[in-house]
């Protein structure tokens, strides 16, 4: 039983092209977030998702951004992509807004070339 | 600004202890968080600490100061799959910090 998960775990793609990647939690957790974590292995937040509405977006860029369906799921749409877009996608969700403990999904490993 | 600081690396021996320190400058503080990360896996939770003081969770611990904006975790009987990163992470005003991570080398 995965408690988070992802698709798809690799994405190779071209420059300009537009992608998405789902994420899903069985956990009944109400938060959800998107990291990226590049190549310098640094953990970087990218939105978080509470009871379906964004509390957090950090300064990304507009060509991202977050969908969530429903409290369960997650997706990030990716317009336009770019070499530097590159870099490994996770996944994570909480009981509470930044709660106890993230439950991170195995993460998208995304190239762009 | 909000900042955390850990070293990039650290290197040890197998059965040996290590203790990775994790400083912290934010404009908050709710509690942090310690979390291991092998290489091309997830993070997953190790321990979290709010009050001062250390919490002992088998082979690993943890400790805090806030007066000092301070903690380390503390990694006893080494082991080889020990061998991973190891990420220090500040809850400040509701959001979630995190520093570069260390990269703890173990050796037989």
């Known amino acids: 039983d995965t408690a988070v998960s992802q698709t798809p775990k690799y994405l190779v793609t071209q420059m300009g092209n537009d992608k998405s990647i789902k994420c899903e939690q069985n956990l009944g957790h109400d938060t959800m977030y998107w990291y990226k974590q590049d190549s310098k292995k640094f953990l970087k937040i990218m939105f978080s998702y509470n009871n379906k509405e964004l509390i957090i977006n950090e300064t990304v860029p507009n060509r991202f951004s977050p969908k969530s369906p429903d409290k369960a799921h997650l997706n990030l749409h990716i317009n336009s992509l770019e070499l530097g877009d590159s870099a490994v996608y996770f996944c994570?969700?909480?009981?509470?807004?930044?709660?106890?403990?993230?439950?991170f999904g195995p993460g998208t490993r995304l190239t762009v070339t | 600004g909000q900042n955390i600081d850990q070293p990039t690396e650290m290197t040890a021996t197998e059965g040996a202890i290590v203790q990775i320190n994790c400083t912290y400058q934010t404009s908050g503080f709710n509690g942090l968080f310690w979390y291991q990360q092998h290489a091309g896996e997830a993070p997953t939770f190790l321990s979290y600490n709010v009050l001062d003081g250390l919490e002992e969770k088998g082979r690993f611990s943890s400790f805090l100061s806030r007066s000092k904006g301070y903690s380390y975790l503390l990694l006893k009987e080494l082991q080889m799959k020990d061998s991973a990163s190891y990420l220090c992470a500040v809850r400040s005003n509701y959001q979630l910090i995190w520093g570069a991570g260390t990269k703890l080398i173990i050796k037989p």
């Open positions: 994570a969700s909480s009981q509470e807004f930044s709660g106890y403990e993230q439950y």
